[in-house]
């Protein structure tokens, strides 16, 4: 079945560092979804994209649909310690609502 | 607004008794989805509704019973639960099935404990 790699798999980082994690598949994606999770809650959807080589911004994260469709990579800038918690990607390629998940990146902030 | 609002919060419960989760949208959103998540890994998809119709039923055990009374509505009953159905259960919806209205955005969960 589909899969989605993300990497990397949790990220400590100092308050001010840029981050970036990604996920790959061997499979093509029509939509590609960024998520973000803090404990005990439901997923938030941070970014949107739907079709290749789109570049996104909402505020310091900005999200790219890799051309090939099979990859996608979200960048934070300026981190800050509400950042912490675990992001997941999510890509759909059919018309069945189905939502492939990436494993997850745990975020950690040090201030 | 994209909101989607579930209860209760939190529910703990035995193996012989009946409880139902609900879920409640109201974006005008015609696909509604059920999810089972553990700690620290990603949703797993229990059940997909599109036009309140059954889409998908991810072979999920008889004890966990979905339901969609209306376009806005989404409940999901539980009857002789086991221990490891203790989990984070999510509730999300989405416009459409497919294309640019597939994005789905779910509700804060419901804590499960069964005990």
């Known amino acids: 079945g589909q899969q989605l790699n993300q990497s990397p798999q949790s990220m400590f980082i100092q308050e001010g560092e840029d981050v970036s994690m990604n996920c790959t598949s061997s499979?093509?994606?029509?939509?590609w979804l960024w998520y973000k999770q803090d404990p005990g809650e439901g997923p938030v959807l941070l970014i949107a994209l739907y079709k290749a080589g789109e570049l996104t911004s909402n505020g310091r994260l900005t999200a790219q649909f890799g051309i090939t469709r099979k990859d996608s990579f979200l960048n934070i800038s300026a981190s800050i310690p509400s950042d912490v918690g675990i992001y997941f990607c999510?890509?759909?390629?059919?018309?069945?609502?189905?939502?492939?998940f990436g494993q997850g990146t745990t975020l950690q902030v040090k201030p | 607004d994209t909101e989607v609002t579930q209860t209760p919060k939190h529910l703990v419960m035995g193996m012989t008794n009946k409880k139902s989760l609900k879920c409640e949208q109201h974006m005008g959103h015609r696909a509604m989805y059920w999810y089972k998540q553990k700690a620290k890994k990603p949703p797993e998809l229990m059940f997909v509704?599109?036009?309140?119709?059954?889409?998908i039923n991810e072979s999920v055990p008889s004890r966990f019973s979905p339901e969609c009374p209306n376009s806005s509505l989404l409940n999901l009953h539980l009857h002789a639960l086991q221990p490891e159905d203790s989990a984070l259960y999510l509730c999300?919806?989405?416009?459409?099935?497919?294309?640019?209205?597939?994005?789905?955005?779910f509700g804060p969960g419901t804590r499960l404990t069964v005990l």
């Open positions: 999300a919806s989405s416009q459409e099935l497919a294309g640019f209205t597939d994005t789905q955005y």
């Open positions: 999510a890509g759909a390629s059919g018309n069945t609502g189905k939502l492939i």
């Open positions: 509704y599109s036009y309140e119709k059954l889409s």
């Open positions: 499979s093509i994606f029509n939509t």
